[in-house]
């Protein structure tokens, strides 16, 4: 996810939420990974429920008007990145 965000930092705004652990663990988790991206704390939060998750991990790209995009349990870095692409290309087009 890391790749991901450097990659396309300016196209795109990487959100991670964590549904398990509480805050404490999760800033644990932050200093140790370094994040370049907010994490969300997500135990007991609409959001869940919300986006329907059901297991771990899951990625979800949504747009801007929240809906989902692409996503799931699993996503490969490959089909992440193809979708970001598309996204970016049908922004593009749309200035244009």
Do not use: C
């Not at 795109?12 to 805050?23: A, M, Q, Y």
């Not at 140790?32 to 990625?59: H, M, T």
């Amino acid at each position: 996810m890391f790749d991901i965000y450097d990659a396309y930092k300016e196209h795109v705004e990487i959100l991670s939420i964590n549904p398990i652990n509480p805050r404490g663990r999760i800033l644990s988790d932050l200093r140790r990974f370094d994040a370049p991206f907010p994490v969300l704390e997500g135990r007991g939060s609409r959001i869940i429920r919300d986006y329907k998750i059901r297991s771990l991990p899951a990625i979800y790209i949504i747009d801007k008007a929240g809906e989902i995009v692409a996503g799931g349990k699993y996503m490969s870095f490959e089909k992440l990145e193809t979708t970001i692409k598309s996204m970016i290309a049908v922004k593009t087009a749309e200035i244009e």
